[in-house]
């Protein structure tokens, strides 16, 4: 079973509806015992971080994602929730990854918003996936380059597009909303 973590970060319903599309069943879930038990974890989000925070450490799941062993998967305000300390609402993460997240510099360019390649791909979740296919991002904030960088994305400034280490995986693009590459790069996730 593959559970998606249930809280008030958005897009989780669009997550389970692209791993239909696939032929995965998959149960949009906060309860301890099916995220503890769960082949694959997904952790989506989308929304503002010290009130998507606020509610992990109310449900205590900010203690037991970190705590899991099976392959997790972070999704862009989760991604940013995974790493160590969030600019956005002067946010404390759950430091799984060892990044920082900051705001994009007030360029008349935020939010980066559409379409864009990553490079440096490092990570079995691209297989099948190259440097020239394009992935989705929409983000206000971006997680440094780290020795976790799995991918690099270069708007404004290279930051990390995507993450790993160990069991834990993440992506500031929306795998489930970028097409062809996004599906891979979901089927990969779900290989592992």
Same mark, same amino acid.
């Given at each position: 079973m593959i559970a998606i973590i249930k809280y008030n970060g958005g897009n989780v319903n669009s997550v389970q509806n692209a791993l239909e599309r696939l032929g995965f069943e998959s149960m949009i879930t906060d309860d301890f015992e099916l995220i503890k038990n769960a082949e694959k974890?997904? $952790?989506p989000g989308v929304g503002e971080a010290s009130s998507a925070m606020k509610v992990l450490?109310?449900?205590g799941l900010d203690q037991l994602i970190p705590s899991l062993s099976q392959p997790v998967l972070g999704i862009c305000l989760g991604m940013q929730l995974m790493c160590k300390n969030?600019?956005?609402g002067n946010t404390v993460g759950m430091g799984i990854f060892d990044c920082d997240v900051k705001k994009f510099p007030p360029l008349n360019l935020v939010p980066h918003m559409g379409w864009n390649n990553v490079s440096n791909l490092k990570s079995l979740l691209f297989s099948e996936i190259s440097e020239e296919n394009d992935l989705y991002f929409v983000h206000s904030y971006?997680?440094?380059?780290?020795?976790?960088t799995s991918s690099v994305c270069d708007y404004i400034l290279p930051f990390s597009a995507s993450l790993q280490k160990d069991n834990f995986f993440a992506t500031q693009f929306h795998p489930?909303?970028?097409g062809k590459y996004g599906n891979e790069l979901f089927?990969? $996730?779900l290989k592992l």
């Open positions: 974890v997904i $952790f450490k109310e449900k969030n600019e956005e971006y997680c440094e380059l780290s020795e976790n489930e909303k970028s089927k990969n $996730f």
